[in-house]
């Protein structure tokens, strides 16, 4: 057997893997909480949700599971998904290791934009929140795309302009929600800008899967084109790639993703930049692999930190953003630390 073809059928292995134990956790993650419930009575629960059953349950761990536990879960399974999918696209278009919508700016200008709908009331009610985070994220990335001279290969360039913009809309974020809330908006706006799966529903956890779903879809039909995109643009050009297409198609896409996730989450770092590392360091760089692979090792990601998230304190949900920033952070000094090695 080739080294090609192993390595497909090791990704192949792992991608199928990752997709059976995927509803195994999301069951996992269904029992868990304040009110525990055993993992027959959410399976059962489920299946009475899905039409499958129709078991007679108690109304209440069955609400609990199937309104607000599996709801909650396929967010965890979406967002942390499409955000590591987002890494993986900056990184690769980019050609730089640190990109992700957070440190770009993107997220930030997300929350900007989720924010000035719910508390300015931009648009009159004919904007929703999801529209709002989508037209921020945009204009972030305008910003920096401004800042950095067009997103030539100049890694330090991008990343400085990243920061600048994250600065600039947290600060308009902070200047909203401090001039346009009252105390309990401004606590409850805070607590979600940290990253929050709590008072997830159904709408927004089916919104966000299937923009997720088609996201995934979207950059594998264009994984041959980001895998010329290691040799510059001008060798993917040469290669057959329509560098300017392709980038405008996936960078609105990553726009999409990331607007989508914030409006309903808010704003949650390092997964796109510490998945899709960990993600080229088992099958390689080649995108037709890493990108299923990236995807579903952010959901088991996502789904694992919201697990931790609701268990150290009795009666108290962390932010989902503090706990991927507990393990991200170190692995961001660490990739810095090698970077400046080379």
């Given at each position: 057997?080739?080294?090609?073809?192993f390595l497909y059928w090791r990704t192949g292995a792992l991608v199928f893997v990752g997709f059976l134990s995927l509803p195994l956790m999301m069951t996992v993650a269904a029992t868990t909480g304040d009110i525990p419930v055993s993992f027959a009575t959410a399976v059962r629960a489920i299946t009475n949700g899905l039409g499958i059953t129709h078991y007679d349950l108690p109304a209440v761990e069955a609400g609990i599971v199937w309104q607000y536990r599996l709801s909650r879960a396929l967010m965890a399974v979406s967002s942390g998904g499409g955000l590591a999918l987002c890494g993986l696209v900056l990184q690769s278009l980019l050609r730089n290791p640190l990109a992700d919508p957070y440190l770009l700016g993107i997220s930030a200008g997300a929350s900007t934009g989720a924010v000035s709908v719910m508390l300015l009331g931009i648009g009159g009610g004919a904007i929703t929140t999801g529209v709002g985070?989508?037209?921020?994220a945009c204009l972030a990335f305008m910003l920096i795309v401004l800042l950095s001279g067009g997103m030539r290969d100049n890694a330090a360039r991008i990343i400085l302009a990243g920061?600048?913009?994250?600065?600039?809309?947290?600060?308009?974020?902070?200047?909203?929600?401090?001039?346009?809330?009252?105390?309990?908006?401004?606590r409850g706006v805070m607590f979600w800008l940290l990253g929050s799966l709590s008072g997830v529903r159904w709408a927004d956890a089916l919104l966000c899967f299937a923009v997720a779903a088609m996201g995934l879809l979207t950059v594998i039909c264009y994984a041959r084109s980001l895998d010329t995109f290691a040799?510059?643009?001008?060798?993917?050009?040469?290669?057959?790639t329509r560098v300017l297409r392709v980038?405008?198609?996936?960078?609105?896409?990553?726009?999409l993703i990331t607007a989508v996730i914030v409006?309903?989450?808010g704003a949650v770092g390092f997964v796109g930049l510490v998945?899709?590392?960990?993600t080229r360091m088992i099958v390689g760089h080649r995108h037709l692999v890493t990108i299923p692979l990236a995807f579903l090792a952010g959901a088991h990601f996502m789904l694992l930190a919201d697990l931790v998230s609701r268990t150290p304190i009795n009666h108290q949900v962390l932010p989902i953003g503090v706990v991927t920033a507990?393990?991200?952070?170190?692995?961001?000094a660490l990739i810095l630390y090698r970077s400046r090695e080379k």
């Open positions: 057997m080739s080294s090609r073809s985070a989508f037209s921020g920061i600048a913009g994250t600065q600039l809309f947290n600060a308009l974020t902070s200047y909203i929600v401090s001039t346009a809330a009252n105390a309990e908006q401004s040799f510059g643009t001008e060798v993917s050009a040469t290669l057959g980038r405008v198609i996936l960078l609105l896409t990553t726009a409006s309903a989450i998945i899709p590392h960990i507990l393990v991200g952070a170190p692995v961001f």
